[in-house]
Antibody
Framework: EVHLVESGGGLVKPGESLRLSCAAS????????VTWVRQAPGKGLEWVSS????????YYADSVKGRFTISRDNAQNSVYLQMNTLRAEDTAVYYC??????????????WGPGTLVTVSS | DIQMTQSPSSLSASVGDRVTITCQAS??????LNWYQQKPGKAPKLLIY???KMETGVPSTFSGGGSGTQFTFTISSLQPEDVATYYC?????????FGGGTRVEI
């Protein structure tokens, strides 16, 4: 079955780091761009970052630029989100999603179930 | 950045009713507009892409329209399983942006 699964979430203190992983199964992962979207408790969806398929261009929301780094390992069918200098406002469920366009901006037609990141002292 | 204004923020309708949600973009985005459904505690699910194209497996009671800056999403006959929050999302340019969501209740 085709799916994505996120992992790596947890409780951290402000200023600490966390690395999220997004593992893909049962589809040609390297053909797809991947996007991270987050949702703070009780709030709407917020785009965080995207990485394209072949050219591996990366894009970031202003709110995370300079603190978060997206990367991919096609051999491992995985995408990663390294999150540094975490803030309370980064608390959210983080979803990874598949984008069929090489440009990295298209539609998100497969989502993982999400992983919760809580930043609190 | 392209701002997406979605309305209403919530609505309540009866089973069988026709429901329409609108989404307005702050800049021209052609047809680069998607609609997602999110049920409580679940990940979003793509329903409509390119403003009006239906994702595979999505019931035909869902439809989308519009172009440029004005878009609509319609449920032609509301069913109990359609209770969810619906989001529009533009991909005209980075940063990708979502509307604020519309909570649909029965």
């Amino acid at each position: 079955e085709v799916h994505l699964v996120e992992s790596g979430g947890g409780l951290v203190k402000p200023g600490e780091s966390l690395r999220l992983s997004c593992a893909a199964s049962a589809f040609g992962f390297s053909d797809y761009s991947v996007t991270w979207v987050r949702q703070a408790p009780g709030k709407g969806l917020e785009w965080v970052s995207s990485i394209t398929s072949f050219t591996t261009y990366t894009y970031y929301a202003d709110s995370v630029k300079g603190r978060f780094t997206i990367s991919r390992d096609n051999a491992q069918n995985s995408v990663y989100l390294q999150m540094n200098t975490l803030r309370a406002e980064d608390t959210a469920v983080y979803y990874c999603a598949r984008d069929p366009c090489r440009s990295g901006k298209c539609y998100l037609n497969l989502w993982g179930p999400g992983t919760l990141v809580t930043v609190s002292s | 950045d392209i701002q997406m204004t979605q309305s209403p923020s919530s609505l309540s309708a009866s089973v069988g009713d026709r429901v329409t949600i609108t989404c307005q973009a702050s800049h021209y985005i052609n047809i680069y507009l998607n609609w997602y459904q999110q049920k409580p505690g679940k990940a979003p699910k793509l329903l409509i892409y390119d403003a009006s194209k239906m994702e595979t497996g999505v019931p035909s009671t869902f439809s989308g329209g519009g172009s440029g800056t004005q878009f609509t999403f319609t449920i032609s006959s509301l069913q109990p399983e359609d209770v969810a929050t619906y989001y529009c999302q533009q991909y005209g340019d980075f940063p990708l942006t979502f509307g604020g969501g519309t909570r649909v209740e029965i």
